[in-house]
């Protein structure tokens, strides 16, 4: 598993669309633990051939999260949560 760089990035938007970037890796960690309760939906990805995940509301995808990893250092984290562009994604062979 990787560990956050001390200079890792998150970045994601609210459910208001308002854009929300933690920087740090005690800041991101936080903000990823306020999401854990998703954990139990949530599917390995490959994102653009990247590590990634998305998340399931049941059958239907909500959110892809895309992960940047140099070395065993994870240096960014990009949440994906627009249900447009998420509808939009090629997802095939990732279940629920």
């Known amino acids: 598993m990787a560990v956050l760089d001390p200079d890792v990035v998150l970045r994601a938007h609210r459910r208001d669309g308002a854009p929300v970037e ?9 903000g990823a633990m306020s ?4 954990a139990p939906y949530v599917r390995p990805a490959l994102v653009n051939g990247a590590a990634g995940v ?6 239907q995808p909500f959110a892809v999260l895309a992960f940047a990893v140099i070395g065993d250092r994870a240096v960014a984290i990009d949440v994906f949560n ?3 562009l998420v509808a939009r ?3 095939r062979g990732i279940t629920a």
């Open 89 to 91: 994604l090629d997802i």
């Open 22 to 30: 933690l920087h740090g890796a005690a800041r991101v960690a936080r």
């Open 54 to 59: 998305v998340a399931f509301d049941g059958e």
């Open 35 to 38: 999401a854990r309760r998703f």
């Open 82 to 84: 627009d249900p447009d």
